[in-house]
């Protein structure tokens, strides 16, 4: 890469930060271009504008250091060994935002997005069903600038962050990553977390209104956020404790499909509905269920929610993290209506009359 386009990347990566650089790290770059100029008089037009560029950072409120080594969406795609998705977000169908919020102690970049068909490198099998998928890459750094945990470190996930698409006129309790079939990425570099989180295609709500919600939780919380049902427009509750950043997707409203997006939103309520069925008739009897396995001893534990409220059960290699909320109504004791089974074994939790929660596993016969 030539030096004028070293230089222009520079550019674009300090306009696209909003935050507001230190005095000493400018004096201290106009101070370095000073004693290069003053060296290398040979390099007269090179340096004036390498000094034009220290001015812009000294004068303009960025932030010339975050801006420096956060990656773009292509880079990050590459750092997860997606080829395929790296080479979308330099078309000409991604879209590149590049908006920062700060939110509780942690600043929050949404660096872009990009949807279409079989442009990751990484297939699942829900792409059989729906082939239009949507990609977002954020980034998530300390407001203090310290680094973030990374993924060796045993602090790595303490503190959860649940990120996803929200449609406006939606509720965002029922439409969310979880529902529309999505997941997630990530890593951390430079202590800087990235992550790209994935979902049904969100183009064809363009015409709508689409969020980008970030919170400090497994899950979606209905406190971080306002749902009018009246016009439909989801807004961050300023009293949340935590983070709740919340960006507006400036897709092109173009994009939407007002038929395609009806058709979709009915075939998920309609998973809902039969979930729901599902499960009401597997919890028809929970006693009859467990009489005919074993309990195992050694399984049985006592378990405490976090200060996010969320119970984690670990037994034999296999660790099941779960809302202690989503398992029981308030004043429910006995046995949680949630239970977790797989071939061998079924996971429920019960709580008695002093609040204790106590989690178990039992084997099939």
């Known amino acids: 890469m030539k030096d004028f386009e070293k230089l222009d990347e520079l550019l674009w990566q300090v306009m696209s930060s909003n935050n507001e650089p230190e005095d000493s790290l400018n004096q201290q770059i106009i101070d ?73 102690d942690y600043k929050v970049t949404l660096l872009g997005i990009i949807s279409g068909k079989k442009i990751s490198d990484f297939q699942s099998n829900v792409e059989n069903i729906y082939p239009e998928r949507s990609y977002a890459v954020v980034s998530i750094a300390n407001v203090d600038d310290t680094p973030m945990p990374d993924t060796r470190d045993e602090e790595y996930g303490k503190v959860p962050f649940f990120v996803s698409p929200l449609i406006k006129g939606q509720d965002p309790n029922r439409f ?44 979606y919380d209905a406190k971080a956020y306002n749902f009018d049902l009246e016009t439909g427009e989801i807004t961050r509750n300023v009293d949340y404790e935590g983070v709740n950043a919340l960006f507006d997707l400036p897709i092109d409203p173009s994009k939407g499909n007002h038929e395609k997006a009806e058709k979709y939103l009915q075939k998920l309520a309609d998973q809902q509905t039969s979930d729901q069925e599902d499960i ?83 084997r099939k016969k």
């Open 176 to 219: 969310n990553i979880i529902t529309m079939n999505g997941g997630y990425s990530e890593f951390v570099k430079d202590g800087i977390m990235y992550r790209i989180i994935e979902c049904d295609d969100i183009e064809i709500f363009a015409d709508r209104g689409l969020y980008l919600s970030v919170t400090s939780t497994q899950f």
């Open 280 to 362: 009401e008739e597997e919890l028809v009897d929970i006693e009859t269920l467990l009489a005919g396995a074993t309990l195992i001893p050694e399984s049985v534990q006592e378990v405490t929610p976090d200060k996010e409220g969320m119970i984690i059960y670990s037994f034999n290699r296999h660790e099941t993290v779960t809302p202690a909320e989503m398992l029981f109504k308030e004043g429910q004791v006995g046995f949680s209506d949630i239970r977790y089974t797989d071939e061998d074994n079924i996971l429920v939790f019960s709580r008695d009359t002093d609040g204790v929660i106590t989690g178990m596993a039992y």
């Open 32 to 104: 370095k271009v000073r004693r290069k100029n003053s060296m290398k008089r040979v390099n007269k037009k090179r340096i004036s504008v390498a000094a034009m560029f220290a001015i812009i950072i000294a004068t303009t409120s960025i932030s010339a250091f975050a801006a420096w080594h956060l990656l773009t969406p292509k880079q990050v795609a590459e750092n997860l060994g997606d080829k395929g998705l790296a080479t979308a977000f330099e078309g000409e169908d991604a879209l590149s935002i590049n908006k920062t919020q700060v939110s509780g």
